[in-house]
C-alpha cells in the first residue's frame, strides 16, 4: 500500500478512535445528568405536592382541588403528575412539554434510566397522584448539545483530512520522484537528478542521491574506457603475438621445413657429414622457436612468471626489452623478497607499465627498474628513464590510471613526475607492509563507513 494512503489511514483511524472514546465519555456524562435531573425533579414535585395536597380540606371539593394541583404539571418538563382512582383509572393526568426538536428513538432506548416515581395519597384515601419523571425532554437537550458537537467535530475531522492530504502530497511527492529516479538508476540511467529543494532533511537526502549518481556516472564512464583500453590493450597484445610467431617463429618453421627436405636426397647420395649438418640446424631452429614461445608464454601469464619471484621477472622484463631496443640500456635492483601473490603481481605491471611508457613516449638511452623494501616494511617500486620527460601536451592515457586504481585497490600510492630538468620521468609505487595489505572489499566497506 503506497505511504501515503497508509498515513492517511492512520490519521483517519486516530479521529475515528477519538471520536468513539469521546462519544463515550458523553453518554456516561449524560446518563448521570438525566439520573440526577430526574431524581431531583421527582423530589422537588413530591414536596410541591404533599404540601398542597396537605390543604385541601375534607369535602365535597376534593376533587376539584386534587384537579388543579395535577393539570398544574401542565407544561413540566420532567415530571408528569397522574390522578388515579380507587379502582385504578386514571381520572386526570398532566400533559408535559412537548419537545420542538424530540431526540431519536434509539438514543432515547439508549439513555433510558429507571423511572423515578413518587405516589401521595389524597386526604380520605379513596383515591391517589402518581408523579413519573419524563426523560424525553431531557434527552431531546442531550441531542440538540451532541447535534452541534458533532457537527463541530465533523467540520474538523473534514479540515484535518483536507490539510493531511495537501501536506501529505506535497511531502511525498519529491518523494516519489526521488522513488522514480531511484528506479531509473536502477535500470542503469546515471544521468538523472532530483531537485534539491524542500525541508532540509529531504534537501540532504536528494544532495547525496544526486551526488551518488553523478559519482556512478563516472565510474560507469571509466569502466567503459578501461574496458575500451582492455579491448584495445587485448587487440594490441593480439597484433604483437601475431607480428611475432610470424617474424620469430614462422622464418624457423621454414627453415625447419627446406633442412627436413634435403635430408631425404642427402641421405640417397649418402652425404651422411650434411646430413648431420642440417639435422643440427633444424636442432637449432627448434631450439629458437622454443625460445620466443617461451617468452611469449612468459609475457601472457606473469603469474608463472612471477613463481620465480620479482626479480626474476624484473630481469625477463629487461631482457624482452632489451633484445627490441638494444640502444637503451637497462639497469634492474629488485628484490627477491614477495610481498604477496597480489602486490607482486601488481608491482610488476607497475615496472612493465613504466617501461612500456618510458620505451614508447620517453626515447630514453637508459631505464632503471628497481623494487625495494623500505624500512618501514612496505614494498616500493620505480621506474626511471632519461628520456624526453612527459610533454606538457601529452594525452591522458589509461595504462598509468588504470594503474593508480590496481594499486589503490591494495591500499598503495603511485605517484609519476618528471625530472627538474624537463627531462626523464619517475614511476613510482608504494605498497604497504603485507600485514596491512587490505582486500578490495575491505578497502570499498571502509570507504562507505567514512562517508556515512
Ligand atoms: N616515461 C614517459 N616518458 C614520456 N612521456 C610519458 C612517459 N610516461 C607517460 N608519458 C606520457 O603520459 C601519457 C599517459 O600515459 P599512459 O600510460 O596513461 O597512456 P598511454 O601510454 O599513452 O596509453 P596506454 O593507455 O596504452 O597506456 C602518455 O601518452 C605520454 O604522453
Ligand atoms: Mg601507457
Not at 630514453?364 to 626511471?384: C, H, M
Not at 601529452?394 to 591500499?411: N, S, Y
Amino acid at each position: 500500500m503506497p505511504l501515503r494512503h497508509r498515513l492517511l489511514g492512520f490519521i483517519a483511524a486516530l479521529l475515528i478512535a477519538s471520536l468513539l472514546v469521546g462519544s463515550y465519555l458523553k453518554y456516561r456524562q449524560a446518563l448521570a445528568k438525566i439520573e440526577l435531573e430526574m431524581s431531583s425533579a421527582i423530589s422537588v414535585a413530591e414536596h410541591t405536592v404533599r404540601d398542597a395536597v396537605g390543604q385541601i380540606p375534607p369535602g365535597a371539593l376534593q376533587f376539584h382541588e386534587v384537579e388543579r394541583i395535577v393539570t398544574s404539571f401542565n407544561g413540566d418538563r420532567h415530571v408528569r403528575a397522574e390522578y388515579i382512582l380507587q379502582d385504578g383509572s386514571i381520572a386526570i393526568q398532566s400533559r408535559p412539554r412537548l419537545s420542538e426538536t424530540p431526540a431519536p428513538h434509539w438514543l432515547l432506548d439508549l439513555l433510558a434510566v429507571s423511572p423515578h416515581t413518587a405516589t401521595i395519597a389524597v386526604p380520605d384515601n379513596s383515591a391517589r397522584i402518581q408523579l413519573t419523571s419524563d426523560i424525553a425532554n431531557e434527552v431531546a437537550e442531550v441531542w440538540d448539545d451532541a447535534k452541534l458537537k458533532l457537527v463541530i467535530i465533523g467540520v474538523f475531522c473534514a479540515l484535518v483530512s483536507a490539510m493531511m492530504v495537501i501536506s501529505l502530497g506535497r511531502v511525498l511527492k519529491p518523494l516519489k520522484d526521488l522513488s522514480n529516479a531511484l528506479q531509473k538508476v536502477g535500470s542503469g540511467d546515471y544521468e538523472v537528478h532530483v531537485d534539491e529543494s524542500g525541508p532540509e532533511e529531504l534537501a540532504a537526502i536528494y544532495r547525496g542521491f544526486n551526488t551518488m549518481a553523478t559519482k556512478l556516472a563516472a565510474a560507469e564512464q571509466r569502466n567503459r574506457q578501461l574496458n575500451e583500453q582492455l579491448n584495445t590493450v587485448q587487440d594490441e597484445e593480439r597484433a604483437e603475438i601475431a607480428r611475432d610467431l610470424h617474424d620469430e617463429v614462422g622464418p624457423f618453421l621454414f627453415a625447419v621445413d627446406v633442412d627436413a627436405q634435403t635430408i631425404a636426397p642427402l641421405l640417397e647420395r649418402a652425404e651422411h657429414g650434411e646430413v648431420l649438418a642440417r639435422t643440427q640446424a633444424i636442432r637449432q631452429s627448434v631450439g629458437h622457436m622454443q625460445t620466443h614461445l617461451r617468452s611469449i608464454l612468459q609475457r601472457l601469464r606473469p603469474g608463472t612468471l612471477l613463481d620465480l619471484g620479482l626479480a626474476h621477472a624484473a630481469d625477463q622484463l629487461a631482457e624482452f626489452w632489451r633484445s627490441r631496443y638494444p640502444g637503451i640500456k637497462f639497469d634492474v635492483a629488485c628484490t627477491d623478497e614477495s610481498f604477496g601473490g597480489k602486490a607482486d603481481e601488481a608491482a610488476y605491471r607497475v615496472l612493465q607499465e613504466g617501461t612500456s611508457n618510458a620505451v614508447r613516449h620517453g626515447k630514453p638511452t637508459n631505464i632503471s627498474l628497481s623494487a625495494r623494501k623500505l624500512p618501514s616494511g612496505a614494498l616500493e617500486v620505480s621506474v626511471t628513464d632519461n628520456g624526453l620527460g612527459i610533454r606538457p601536451a601529452a594525452r591522458k592515457g589509461l595504462g598509468l590510471a588504470g594503474m593508480r586504481d590496481r594499486i589503490a585497490l591494495l591500499g598503495g600510492t603511485m605517484t609519476v613526475d618528471t625530472g627538474p630538468d624537463g627531462r626523464g620521468v619517475t614511476l613510482r609505487a608504494e605498497f604497504p607492509a603485507p600485514q596491512t595489505l587490505k582486500s578490495a572489499s575491505a578497502l570499498q566497506r571502509e570507504e562507505v563507513e567514512q562517508r556515512l
